[in-house]
């Protein structure tokens, strides 16, 4: 930056550093510095699995990772002098989704203050899960979206190649499910403890909102289902509320029981995000805080009786993953044999697992890159060849020592291969650039001498491109789109070498039943639910008819009950992978739709569980049915009368009759309008 010309490029943390006219070593963490619990709650809001900072001490070593420095001294720049005197007048904001945190702060600093620069913001995933208050920053600062390119239009023009996603799931072990099951029932006893706690019902009676319903009625309505949980709650422990507030909440004020979920909403309202409408003392407060941590249900500031991060840390980690991934290759590579090119992405190196690797101790089975290596390792997979590519673990069969030379020399570099025992496989140590040691290896996995390449997703952020890459399996925590696409996209782009390439994505879940006995429902919680976040913005080929669509849905994955039934939809999953060339012919048929023009449809669904008129509807039926038995009865009832002459039930007879009439037409109307449609 301090020698600008008419195209200048730069990174944003350099840019944040000149804006801080900062001294010192500017760092690039290139392997995995974030923590572990950080990545399975998903704290990767910030800038992919490595961020950067400057460290005027210099570099500061970290688990699992590598540094690339640079030594900086911005202290006398001024960098707005340095763009006005170089003309520049246009600023391209490439990977734009990047932009969070400081740098956000940084670059609108940076552009407050050049208001006549043109901007061109580029990314190929757009942070469309973020939060309102996100996705707005973004829009102010990179403007609204001038053009965007759908997935199906670029496999169409053959800038992609014909793909599909595939969920091969996984029941926990014997040992994980016990735990869940513990954690689950000592939820249920703090509830039931909640519910007893005279305290706490002191403080709910409390709540302004029940005092002065009309004036709270706005903010209730603001916050429909905090505003259930506090009547769910007042109704279940017989505290009195306006009937404004039943007839507020619609449904006739018809409340469900009060259960974990219902709990789980009103404490957060209670301790965290409503504490002002309530009466109560900082003591009372703490008192309740400290008992739901010593229970394990408070998560960064969040209640979690129900949603709980401890067994969604269970349910990612699950061993039984280890074996889903075994599964997989092995499959694979009877589809596909040398012409496998399968990457398995994962968070972590594990590199303190690299001892075990060739030994005959346990494996502890842990989704990393070492552990997963060796786990595969030990199947003793018949003609499989295996890799590792990490920022600071290399792993390559012995067999390519005698191409190595050659590799190296290309890149300019050196190395050396260490054998790891007698295993025929060995550490790689290069000296040289880290974009170089990616393009050895990357090499080795293009020529077929690894066939299964596993590596972490710090590989993303150096732009890693390998497009022989026909086979991928996501053995992440990630949910969020804008990564997992990114990790997508690895499997997804064209191959010169490979015309007819198609890609396989593999992601993985473990899933279990809610209840001991009870096998109608699976847990949608936990792995499932980040799956379902992940196909929200996903666009591709449905399995079910031949069109292009988003969601879980488009799989048609049947509904799981038992563990015969996690079987019979893997069975299904793996067949459906094997068949590439029915892939390809499906993407061609749902193409010739939008061969000439693309169109994009949206369609809103309601979850069942949200639609009540169902519920209106049988009830409007049987009342219904009522009246016309009513009605039949002083029909009678009348006959009966007119044989009396003019006695007084006559009379009393006749009004009868008319108002069952009058409820008959009425009902009738409640039927005709709360019978669920195919086109509500």
Same mark, same amino acid.
């Given at each position: 930056?301090?020698?600008?010309?008419?195209?200048?490029?730069?990174?944003?943390?350099?840019?944040?550093?000149?804006?801080?006219?900062?001294?010192?070593?500017?760092?690039?963490?290139?392997?995995?510095?974030?923590?572990?619990?950080?990545?399975?709650?998903?704290?990767?809001?910030?800038?992919?699995?490595?961020?950067?900072?400057?460290?005027?001490?210099?570099?500061?070593?970290?688990?699992?990772?590598?540094?690339?420095?640079?030594?900086?001294?911005?202290?006398?720049?001024?960098?707005?002098?340095?763009?006005?005197?170089?003309?520049?007048?246009?600023?391209?904001?490439?990977?734009?989704?990047?932009?969070?945190?400081?740098?956000?702060?940084?670059?609108?600093?940076?552009?407050?203050?050049?208001?006549?620069?043109?901007?061109?913001?580029? *990314?190929? *995933?757009?942070?469309?899960?973020?939060?309102?208050?996100?996705?707005?920053?973004?829009?102010?600062?990179?403007?609204?979206?001038?053009?965007?390119?759908?997935?199906?239009?670029?496999?169409?023009?053959?800038?992609?190649?014909?793909?599909?996603?595939?969920?091969?799931?996984?029941?926990?072990?014997?040992?994980?499910?016990?735990?869940?099951?513990?954690?689950?029932?000592?939820? &249920?006893?703090?509830?039931?403890?909640?519910?007893?706690?005279?305290?706490?019902?002191?403080?709910?009676?409390?709540?302004?909102?029940?005092?002065?319903?009309?004036?709270?009625?706005?903010?209730?309505?603001?916050?429909?289902?905090?505003?259930?949980?506090?009547?769910?709650?007042?109704?279940?422990?017989?505290?009195?509320?306006?009937?404004?507030?039943?007839?507020?909440?619609?449904?006739?004020?018809?409340?469900?029981?009060?259960?974990?979920?219902?709990?789980?909403?009103?404490?957060?309202?209670?301790?965290?995000?409503?504490?002002?409408?309530?009466?109560?003392?900082?003591?009372?407060?703490?008192?309740?805080?400290?008992?739901?941590?010593?229970?394990?249900?408070?998560?960064?500031?969040?209640?979690?009786? $129900?949603?709980?991060?401890?067994?969604?840390?269970?349910?990612?980690?699950?061993?039984?993953?280890?074996?889903?991934?075994?599964?997989?290759?092995?499959?694979?590579?009877?589809?596909?044999?040398?012409?496998?090119?399968?990457?398995?992405?994962?968070?972590?190196?594990?590199?303190?697992?690299?001892?075990?690797?060739?030994?005959?101790? *346990?494996?502890?089975?842990?989704?990393?890159?070492?552990?997963?290596?060796?786990?595969?390792?030990?199947?003793?997979?018949?003609?499989?060849?295996?890799?590792?590519?990490?920022?600071?673990?290399?792993?390559?069969?012995?067999?390519?020592?005698?191409?190595?030379?050659?590799?190296?020399?290309?890149?300019?570099?050196?190395?050396?291969?260490?054998?790891?025992?007698?295993?025929?496989?060995? &550490?790689?140590?290069?000296?040289?650039?880290?974009?170089?040691?990616?393009?050895?290896?990357?090499?080795?996995?293009?020529?077929?001498?690894?066939?299964?390449?596993?590596?972490?997703?710090?590989?993303?952020?150096?732009?890693?491109?390998?497009?022989?890459?026909?086979?991928?399996?996501?053995?992440?925590?990630?949910?969020?789109?804008?990564?997992?696409?990114?990790?997508?996209? $690895?499997?997804?782009?064209?191959?010169?070498?490979?015309?007819?390439?198609?890609?396989?994505?593999?992601?993985?879940?473990?899933?279990?039943?809610?209840?001991?006995?009870?096998?109608?429902?699976?847990?949608?919680?936990?792995?499932?639910?980040?799956?379902?976040?992940?196909?929200?913005?996903?666009?591709?080929?449905?399995?079910?008819?031949?069109?292009?669509?988003?969601?879980?849905? $488009?799989?048609?994955?049947?509904?799981?009950?038992?563990?015969?039934?996690?079987?019979?939809?893997?069975?299904?999953?793996?067949?459906?992978?094997?068949?590439?060339?029915?892939?390809?012919?499906?993407?061609?048929?749902?193409?010739?739709?939008?061969?000439?023009?693309?169109?994009?449809?949206?369609?809103?669904?309601?979850?069942?569980?949200?639609?009540?008129?169902?519920?209106?509807?049988?009830?409007?039926?049987?009342?219904?049915?009522?009246?016309?038995?009513?009605?039949?009865?002083?029909?009678?009832? $009348?006959?009966?009368?007119?044989?009396?002459?003019?006695?007084?039930?006559?009379?009393?007879?006749?009004?009868?009759?008319?108002?069952?009439?009058?409820?008959?037409?009425? &009902?009738?109307?409640?039927?005709?309008?709360?019978?669920?449609?195919?086109?509500?």
């Amino acid at each position: 930056m301090k020698q600008m010309k008419q195209m200048t490029a730069t990174t944003y943390q350099a840019l944040y550093s000149a804006m801080k006219r900062e001294q010192g070593t500017l760092e690039e963490d290139s392997g995995e510095a974030a923590e572990e619990d950080a990545a399975a709650s998903e704290a990767v809001d910030g800038v992919d699995a490595a961020d950067s900072k400057v460290a005027a001490g210099g570099v500061t070593e970290e688990a699992d990772g590598e540094k690339e420095t640079e030594q900086v001294d911005y202290r006398d720049f001024d960098i707005f002098k340095a763009v006005k005197e170089a003309g520049i007048t246009t600023i391209c904001l490439d990977e734009a989704h990047h932009l969070r945190s400081e740098w956000w702060k940084a670059l609108e600093t940076f552009l407050d203050k050049l208001p006549d620069v043109k901007i061109i913001a580029l *990314t190929a *995933t757009p942070p469309y899960d973020s939060t309102p208050a996100q996705w707005k920053r973004y829009i102010d600062m990179c403007g609204p979206i001038d053009e965007e390119i759908f997935t199906p239009e670029l496999v169409r023009e053959g800038s992609l190649c014909p793909h599909q996603d595939y969920v091969y799931f996984n029941w926990p072990t014997r040992e994980e499910e016990a735990y869940v099951r513990e954690h689950q029932k000592r939820m &249920q006893m703090q509830v039931q403890k909640m519910m007893a706690d005279e305290t706490l019902r002191r403080i709910v009676s409390s709540h302004q909102g029940l005092m002065h319903p009309e004036e709270y009625s706005e903010r209730f309505l603001d916050k429909p289902e905090y505003f259930t949980a506090l009547l769910v709650y007042c109704q279940a422990k017989g505290i009195p509320f306006s009937g404004y507030l039943r007839k507020l909440i619609g449904t006739k004020g018809k409340l469900p029981g009060m259960d974990a979920h219902w709990m789980e909403v009103l404490l957060q309202g209670v301790l965290y995000e409503d504490r002002e409408s309530y009466t109560m003392m900082e003591a009372e407060r703490e008192s309740l805080l400290q008992e739901l941590k010593e229970a394990g249900a408070i998560y960064r500031n969040k209640v979690a009786l $129900r949603d709980n991060e401890a067994i969604k840390k269970v349910l990612m980690k699950s061993q039984g993953k280890m074996e889903s991934i075994h599964t997989i290759v092995q499959a694979e590579y009877e589809a596909l044999e040398n012409d496998l090119r399968l990457l398995v992405l994962c968070d972590y190196i594990k590199k303190d697992k690299l001892p075990e690797i060739g030994s005959k101790d *346990t494996l502890v089975t842990e989704l990393g890159a070492v552990p997963i290596f060796e786990y595969l390792r030990r199947q003793n997979m018949t003609g499989i060849r295996l890799g590792v590519l990490s920022g600071t673990v290399i792993i390559v069969p012995m067999a390519v020592e005698a191409k190595l030379p050659e590799l190296l020399a290309q890149y300019g570099c050196s190395g050396t291969l260490n054998p790891l025992g007698d295993i025929g496989y060995g &550490q790689l140590m290069i000296k040289g650039k880290s974009t170089h040691t990616v393009a050895v290896v990357t090499e080795l996995f293009r020529q077929g001498e690894i066939h299964t390449l596993i590596g972490t997703k710090s590989l993303l952020g150096e732009g890693w491109d390998a497009p022989c890459i026909n086979s991928l399996i996501l053995a992440t925590y990630v949910g969020s789109f804008m990564l997992s696409n990114q990790m997508r996209g $690895r499997a997804i782009r064209t191959d010169r070498e490979q015309p007819d390439k198609t890609g396989n994505i593999w992601h993985l879940a473990c899933i279990f039943p809610k209840e001991r006995g009870q096998q109608s429902n699976t847990d949608a919680e936990g792995d499932y639910e980040m799956l379902e976040r992940r196909f929200e913005s996903f666009l591709g080929v449905s399995c079910r008819e031949d069109v292009i669509e988003s969601g879980i849905g $488009r799989l048609d994955i049947p509904k799981i009950t038992s563990k015969y039934e996690v079987d019979k939809a893997n069975r299904m999953m793996l067949e459906r992978a094997k068949d590439r060339n029915a892939l390809r012919l499906r993407w061609n048929q749902s193409l010739q739709e939008v061969r000439n023009q693309m169109e994009i449809e949206q369609i809103d669904e309601i979850a069942a569980k949200e639609i009540e008129t169902g519920y209106i509807f049988i009830n409007a039926v049987c009342i219904e049915i009522i009246q016309v038995i009513l009605a039949m009865l002083l029909m009678s009832g $009348r006959m009966m009368a007119q044989k009396l002459g003019n006695h007084p039930a006559f009379l009393l007879l006749g009004i009868a009759l008319l108002a069952a009439f009058a409820g008959i037409v009425y &009902q009738g109307y409640v039927c005709l309008n709360s019978a669920p449609r195919q086109d509500g």
